[in-house]
């Protein structure tokens, strides 16, 4: 069976009699042919290899064998034997490391050449699988050691592209676009100011979360080619296994990226820091090139009723997760990641178009591994080839327990709508926005009939203003406010930021949120020149007094368990909120919230330049805890502030 397309070579979905007559696109497909074994790819040993693909649909499989990366036509052609469930096998007994390979099925007429999807070490550009001893990998220091994590809910995440991180002329740092540059210790900048890793270790966040750093499309960064000018946020996956070769000091040695990259996972482990993968499971670079379509055409992907590709992801192409092999595949992919690399947590792209049962699939795995493993997504409500009910979006966070979705609702209140450039919103003035904003406060939960959004419980909410899509929060705030100083729009950056570290959920801030990092109004940079993307240290030494509040508002949240209740219960039964002239929220955090030393905490959000008056609740005396250089009076229950910024109060002892 082919299909036609337009221009371009027909694709082949194999000879019906090769799998008894049932089509690769049918149900039935998965309860004929799914394999269940946990020895897909190369099992390697010093004497022998063993190679297993699953490819039902193929007629002829060969294991082909190069010398090098860049051997397009004398590699050793070897016949594998079909074995259970569409799978094809052969051990080669021989000591075959440093090898490349590759599959070559063939299907109807058609031989097609691919990768190992299960492909844990690669080549240049990813094009070939390589045979290699993991254990060699490993650093001289490798351990297991975690920094401790007692409850999802104390994660303050900080997302980074890696390039981004070192690439400025002025970050002090060595390995500049590379694994090994945030793993250097000791690198100063403009003014003798800390940068790199430990910039980041001393704001005092938890995670790092670092953009796709699995091996990516040539298309995107081309590792041939050192011209550091070359930028992409590598959300085009290729081999999903691997890792990406442009963050190495040598991509022609298929063990250095490795080895760097679990060198620069231990650096962060040694400092205090957790590592987030972010990953992107929901789409492929290219639906027809990928390896997975040219070993098992039409099982992989997601198709519409017309036979053209599914494209809720807008990237081309939806994976077709719901199918039992290639849920198989994430699932086992991200667990290898967790094993093998020790990473700490995931953050699933457009995780709306993957379905619930895969994303519990994972949560359940990872549970076993190591509980305090974070598992976070974008929980849009996207438009994919499978029923709304079966997605992993917010709508369905009740079927995902343990998993964190995005809160744009609460983004877009607190700064105003992303995708109307002018549009301001709770901090720049927007009226109305309060009871937006409070949903955000309570982490996302069903608070009381008129407060709440998606989350059954504060772990399932990621709370956020700025990430590496869309404009900066500065940005943002420039494009929606007119007439206004830009001392003024320094207090509303300053608040966004003190909202998402004193809100219940998990709080998320982007890499240089601290220091209200410009990309000079450009929306979405991925393809943008270095000069908008990189961290820019010269701006972080002009704004120190942004940074050091950054690190007072993380180390008030990671000091208060009132700002972290564990559960639902604990939000509605010590969180009240306090009355308010409009344009002003508070909220009080009563007797010794989660723990909390105080006995109550009173935090206020006020958005007026002119300052807010109101009335304290009387639980006893009144302290400035953070933000007293607002604070104009304070005497027996009255507050008076001056200016937009956040204030928070505590009472002893009543």
Not at 40 to 60: C, H, I, K, M, N
Not at 220 to 235: F, L, R
Not at 520 to 549: F, H, T
Request: glycine share 10%.
């Amino acid at each position: 069976m082919a299909v036609q397309r337009e221009g371009k070579e027909p694709i082949h979905y194999g000879d019906p009699v090769e799998t008894g007559g049932v089509s690769v696109f049918e149900q039935g497909f998965d309860e004929l042919f799914s394999y269940d074994g946990d020895d897909l790819g190369l099992t390697y040993a010093q004497d022998r290899s063993v190679f297993r693909l699953w490819a039902p649909t193929s007629q002829e499989t060969e294991l082909v064998l190069y010398e090098s990366w860049e051997d397009e036509t004398s590699g050793s052609r070897l016949p594998m034997t079909l074995d259970s469930r569409g799978t094809w096998t052969i051990a080669v007994e021989d000591d075959l490391a440093g090898k490349f390979y590759t599959y070559r099925v063939r299907i109807g007429g058609q031989w097609n050449e691919a990768v190992d999807p299960y492909a844990r070490v690669v080549g240049v550009n990813g094009d070939k699988g390589v045979i290699l001893d993991l254990r060699e990998t490993d650093p001289e220091r490798w351990t297991e050691d975690k920094p401790p994590l007692s409850h999802h809910i104390d994660a303050v995440i900080y997302e980074l592209h890696l390039r981004d991180l070192s690439i400025h002329p002025a970050s002090g740092i060595a390995h500049k676009g590379q694994y090994l540059g945030l793993a250097e210790a000791g690198t100063r900048g403009p003014k003798g100011i800390l940068t790199g890793l430990d910039h980041i270790a001393d704001l005092g966040v938890t995670h790092v979360q670092l953009l796709p750093f699995y091996d990516f499309a040539t298309e995107s960064v081309d590792e041939t080619k050192s011209d550091q000018a070359h930028y992409n946020w590598g959300y085009d996956p290729k081999n999903y296994n691997a890792p990406e070769g442009s963050y190495a000091t040598d991509p022609y040695v298929p063990g250095v990226r490795i080895t760097e990259l679990k060198q620069m996972i231990q650096a962060l482990h040694d400092r205090g820091l957790r590592v987030i993968m972010d990953v992107v499971y929901n789409h492929v670079y290219d639906g027809y090139r990928v390896n997975f379509t040219k070993l098992v055409p039409g099982y992989y992907l997601r198709y519409k009723p017309d036979g053209s590709l599914s494209n809720g992801s807008g990237c081309g192409n939806d994976t077709a997760t719901e199918r039992a092999m290639m849920s198989r595949f994430i699932v086992n992919s991200v667990f290898y990641w967790a094993k093998e690399y020790h990473i700490d947590g995931f953050r699933f792209d457009l995780m709306g178009l993957i379905d619930v049962g895969t994303m519990a699939e994972i949560r359940r795995r990872l549970d076993e591994l190591d509980p305090s493993i974070l598992t976070i997504g974008e929980g849009w409500v996207m438009d994919t080839e499978l029923p709304m009910e079966q997605l992993a979006n917010q709508n369905n966070a009740d079927l995902l327990p343990g998993i964190g979705h995005f809160n744009d609702g609460y983004r877009d209140a607190v700064k105003g709508n992303i995708f109307l450039y002018d549009q301001p919103g709770f901090i720049s003035g927007k009226s109305g926005l309060e009871q937006a904003v409070k949903t955000g406060i309570t982490g996302g939960i069903v608070y009381s009939q008129d407060i709440g959004q998606f989350a059954d419980e504060p772990l399932q909410c990621v709370n956020f203003v700025e990430c590496h899509d869309n404009h900066t929060l500065w940005d943002k705030i420039v494009l929606s406010t007119e007439d206004v100083s830009d001392e003024q729009r320094r207090a509303m950056h300053r608040l966004a930021s003190a909202m998402v570290l004193t809100s219940q959920g998990i709080a998320f801030i982007h890499a240089g949120q601290e220091f209200m990092r410009t990309k000079d109004g450009i929306e979405n940079s991925y393809k943008s020149p270095v000069e908008i993307n990189w961290l820019d240290w010269e701006r972080c030494a002009a704004y120190q007094e942004d940074v050091a509040y950054m690190k007072q508002l993380i180390s008030l949240r990671r000091s208060h368990p009132a700002f972290r209740l564990r559960n639902a219960e604990d939000i509605r039964s010590h969180l009240v909120f306090e009355k308010t002239p409009a344009g002003a929220v508070a909220y009080t955090l009563r007797d010794h919230a989660g723990g909390e030393a105080a006995e109550h905490l009173y935090v206020i959000y006020n958005s007026l330049p002119e300052g807010v008056s109101c009335t304290l609740p009387g639980l006893g005396k009144w302290e400035v805890l953070f933000g007293g250089d607002l604070v104009s009076k304070l005497a027996g229950d009255r507050l008076v502030t001056r200016g937009i910024g956040m204030v928070v109060l505590a009472v002893q002892q009543a």
